[in-house]
């Protein structure tokens, strides 16, 4: 089983809508979440992270954590063009580096 | 703010030339930095762990004696390719855990190099 598993998509979504990203993993012990949003040919940049459950909100950008169903979400508000790249999900247990997910491509469609 | 360097932001050298590549934290110090490999439409695999004053930690199937490491300072890492050949033909990706007290300890990237091995 792999640390941390995301659809790889594609997602595609019409321009306006929510999309919505899920990342699971499989360390309960895992204290911290991240989520980075890497455009073709450019190094991943950090979206937002999270560490408790519940909901996190930032902008049109919305993360949330269910460490219970081990899940971490991020839904993207009134989607754009713009927002079309690869979005990684990140674990980190504690003092121990990141494991990222493979990512899923994302296609916002105007 | 958290920013990340890299020099060179591409490179593209010779088979059997070795290249250096640097990271630098630019306004926070960072004990631990991290190099990555990205082929294309492929995910981020780690190559290695740098702490600052120490040996790197190398990931399994990462050369130690190709790919060297060096974190001589609190904001300065280098990955120096070896002796390369073309299937090292890459986007060399460093990160920098920020550390600092009351801080997120996330990491934080920069923005790549791109080695193509000729």
């Known amino acids: 089983q792999k640390e941390v598993e995301q659809n790889s998509g594609p997602l595609s979504v019409p321009e306006g809508a929510i999309a919505s990203l899920n990342c699971t993993y499989s360390?309960?012990?895992?204290?911290?979440f991240f989520w980075y949003r890497q455009y073709s040919g450019k190094s991943p940049e950090l979206i937002m992270f999270?560490?408790?459950?519940g909901d996190k909100e930032d902008g049109r950008f919305t993360a949330q954590l269910n460490k219970a169903s081990q899940y971490v979400s991020l839904l993207i508000r009134d989607s754009q063009p713009s927002d079309s790249a690869t979005y990684l999900c990140a674990v980190k247990r504690w003092a121990n580096n990141l494991f990222f997910g493979t990512g899923t491509r994302l296609t916002v469609i105007p | 703010g958290a920013v990340v360097s890299q020099h060179p932001s591409w490179v593209i050298c010779k088979s059997g030339t070795s290249v250096k590549i640097e990271c630098r934290s630019l306004d926070f110090q960072a004990t631990t930095m991290f190099w990555y490999r990205q082929f294309p439409k492929q995910s981020l695999m780690l190559m290695a762990t740098?702490?600052?004053?120490?040996?790197?930690?190398?990931e399994q199937g990462v050369e130690k004696d190709k790919f060297l490491i060096n974190h001589a300072s609190l904001t300065l890492s280098t990955l120096t390719v070896t002796s390369a050949h073309p299937e090292d033909s890459s986007f060399y990706i460093c990160?920098?855990?920020?550390?600092?007290?009351?801080?997120?300890?996330?990491?934080?990237f920069g923005p790549g190099t791109r080695l193509t091995v000729l």
């Open positions: 360390d309960r012990g895992s204290q911290s």
């Open positions: 740098s702490n600052e004053g120490s040996k790197a930690t190398y």
């Open positions: 990160s920098a855990r920020d550390s600092r007290a009351g801080g997120t300890d996330t990491q934080y």
């Open positions: 999270i560490y408790s459950n």
